[in-house]
């Protein structure tokens, strides 16, 4: 949102106030523009201001910029993306053609894998992306990075969500601390059903088609230290076939990972993830900012 300062002479804040910068919310401000509501999100910050007719304070506590939305729009900063992958790594493709044709507000800086010649890092390489080797291999002690070094490198090159797409290590706790709320992971199968450690790839549809599941589909999920236990994000059901085969219904599950991917990053990167009372994080619709799903 470009906005722009509203009586500056009466509203500012001292240079290094903590509500400087902070974020704010605007309650409507239709005309006559006489009457702008200002509230602070942080518990802290918790009071309102209105200024009346001409720029006058009715009422209000600390000295703060009042910022009235002028109605232009200032495209937010493209986000740095790193993606994990193990395998083939069509997630990751996706990702990257949606943030280069433009449906994603963002750019895949960083490429990690735990194995390097996999189908993920060779098209990351093929694209110009820098692709990192973590976890250390045992044997082979002159490559990879050991948790801290992969920190250090994420920081490095300003990465701001870690994205695995097919990524078959766990997250050390290291990177889980330094990116709380920015990591995120696809799983082929409607959690918190079906997942764990041990359940990937085929075997997880090969459960699903035992279990007499109707329904399966991918869930997109933040990463917590276990596997496949953080909050989920966003699902998308895909019906199970009575005579499907795994390989079947992977395939039809894979295509809607793709879109689901592409539309949670859009979002990410639009800055659309609002977290509810109780933590579990929401998208906010780009159509309709008041719908959330
Ligand atoms: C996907 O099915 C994803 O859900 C799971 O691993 C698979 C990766 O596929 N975590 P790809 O490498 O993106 O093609």
Redesign the pocket.
Same mark, same amino acid.
Request: net charge negative; hydrophobic share 30%.
């Given at each position: 949102m470009e906005s722009r300062v509203l009586f500056s002479s009466q509203f500012n804040f001292p240079v290094n106030s903590p509500l400087k910068n902070r974020e704010t919310s605007i309650a409507p401000f239709t005309p006559p523009r006489n009457v702008l509501s200002l509230s602070f999100r942080s518990p802290a910050d918790r009071f309102a201001v209105r200024i009346g007719p001409l720029g006058k304070a009715v009422s209000f506590a600390p000295k703060i910029v009042a910022e009235v939305d002028d109605g232009s729009r200032d495209e937010p900063r493209r986000k740095k993306l790193a993606v994990f @992958? =193990? !395998? #083939? #790594? =069509? $997630?990751?493709r996706k990702i990257h053609e949606g943030c280069s044709d433009g449906s994603v507000n963002g750019d895949v800086v960083l490429l990690v894998t735990n194995k390097k010649d996999c #189908? !993920?890092a060779e098209y990351a390489r093929s694209n110009g992306i820098p692709v990192l080797v973590f976890p250390k291999a045992k044997r082979e002690s002159s490559d990879g990075l050991s948790p801290s070094e992969l920190v250090d490198v994420l920081r490095k090159y300003g990465v701001e969500f870690v994205l695995? &797409? #097919?990524?078959l290590k766990l997250i050390p706790v290291e990177l889980v601390q330094a990116f709380p709320k920015r990591i995120l $992971?696809?799983?082929?199968a409607l959690l918190p059903a079906f997942g764990g450690k041990g359940l990937? !790839?085929i075997r997880v549809h090969k459960a699903v088609l035992e279990s007499g599941a109707r329904y399966s589909g991918?869930t997109i999920h933040f990463v917590d230290e276990e596997y496949d236990t953080g909050r989920i994000l966003a699902q998308s059901a895909v019906r199970v076939i009575a005579n499907d085969t795994p390989e079947e219904l &992977?395939k039809r @599950?894979?295509h809607e990972?793709h879109k689901l991917y592409v539309e949670v990053v859009a979002a990410i990167c639009e800055e659309r993830i609002k977290w509810r009372e109780d933590g579990v994080p929401l998208i906010q619709s780009k159509e309709n900012p008041d719908e959330y799903y």
């Open positions: @992958v =193990s !395998g #083939g #790594g =069509s $997630n990751f #189908g !993920g695995l &797409a #097919g990524y $992971n696809i799983h082929p990937y !790839g991918p &992977a @599950v894979l990972e």
